[in-house]
């Protein structure tokens, strides 16, 4: 199979505007993943190219790229699942609404402030039990879903609504929210609901499903979103 290979690139060091880089890649197999395909190229065509990537397993989240117009990890998808036949064109791009640092690799200060503002951690200041604090299966099972979350980054930069205004809390921020709001043994759930009902805050969600789409983990973002809408007094 043979692949052409368009990376948008940009160097601020160098670069006036983004511009694309083609790159024809021989003998690929369908069960190559795009990061495979990246890999090679930075390794024996460009070695300039500047990529972000950690596991390779769909676990850290770290290589989030649009790839043919969707949010993906590049360590997931395959080759197969793009491109119908012995040739075709594949085209990676840096996630959308924050800024470029090089190439496919974006500043992520801006998506991880969001996630700091609504308190990802347990809180709970009453006194400790001897043992520990009991949760039933059901109460489990209440914010299952919310903790499959990597922090990749998909759905928040696959939304129109961050897109528009980067100050708006995001899908992610919002989903980690949820996963304490509905945690039985945390006492935090109003500070949280406040902040996210906020100006900036869950009511810029216009329910577009752009996000659950995205996601890496199929994790029901919109779902969980109206969730903690319900919850907002």
Request: glycine share 6%; proline share 6%.
């Amino acid at each position: 199979m043979d692949i052409n290979l368009r990376i948008r690139r940009f160097n601020p060091e160098v670069d006036q505007k983004p511009y694309w880089a083609e790159y024809d890649l021989k003998e690929v197999q369908p069960v190559d993943r795009v990061l495979d395909l990246l890999e090679y190229v930075k390794g024996y065509l460009d070695g300039t190219l500047g990529l972000r990537r950690s596991c390779g397993h769909g676990i850290c989240g770290s290589d989030t790229m649009r790839i043919n117009g969707r949010n993906l990890l590049a360590c997931k998808v395959l080759v197969k699942d793009l491109v119908r036949g012995d040739r075709g064109t594949i085209q990676v791009e840096p996630i959308l609404g924050l800024p470029v640092i090089k190439d496919l690799i974006v500043d992520m200060e801006p998506f991880f402030e969001h996630y700091r503002a609504v308190m990802p951690y347990f809180i709970n200041d009453e006194p400790a039990p001897e043992r520990e604090r009991l949760q039933s299966p059901a109460q489990r099972a209440r914010f299952d879903e919310s903790t499959k979350c990597i922090l990749c980054a998909a759905c928040t930069t696959s939304c129109p609504s961050f897109w528009a205004n980067g100050t708006y809390i995001g899908p992610a921020a919002i989903i980690q929210a949820h996963r304490f709001i509905f945690d039985s043994r945390d006492t935090a759930g109003d500070r949280r609901l406040a902040i996210l009902a906020s100006e900036q805050g869950i009511w810029r969600c216009r329910t577009i499903f752009n996000c659950t789409l995205a996601c890496p983990r199929e994790i029901p973002v919109t779902q969980l979103i109206a969730e903690v809408k319900k919850e907002i007094k």
